[in-house]
Nanobody, 118 residues
Framework: QVQLVEAGGGLVQAGGSLRLSCAAS????????IKWFRQAPGKEREFVAD????????YYVEPVKGRFTISRDNSKNTAYLQMNSLKPEDTAVYYC???????????WGQGTQVTVSS
């Protein structure tokens, strides 16, 4: 019912910034919690951040806390991940995930590549 498309990835120097977007189609976006994951080459996918349906609650893993900001605009059916002070260790494919509270609905985008050079 929901299709997700990530955008905004690219090549950036260490210390730079990128803003990722996750555009959703479908009528249930506003009821879903949004999570960002990432997967570095040769490593397992890891959780990065999430945000509640109304944006009232956010959570970040410690390695990105203070540098990344997750947000959403339900009127545009779009979520964002603002990434500042990027480090080479942030290099990964970043995936957007939309999930209901019960995980009865669970949607994934195709990912967008983020590469941070030294």
């Amino acid at each position: 019912q929901v299709q997700l498309v990530e955008a905004g990835g690219g090549l950036v120097q260490a210390g730079g910034s990128l803003r990722l977007s996750c555009a959703a189609s479908g009528r249930t976006f506003s009821s879903l919690r949004i999570k960002w994951f990432r997967q570095a080459p040769g490593k397992e996918r890891e959780f990065v951040a999430d945000i509640s349906w109304n944006g009232g609650s956010t959570y970040y893993v410690e390695p990105v806390k203070g540098r990344f900001t997750i947000s959403r605009d339900n009127s545009k059916n779009t979520a964002y991940l603002q990434m500042n002070s990027l480090k080479p260790e942030d290099t990964a494919v970043y995936y957007c995930n939309a999930r209901s509270a019960t995980a009865r609905e669970d949607y994934w985008g195709q990912g967008t590549q983020v590469t941070v050079s030294s």
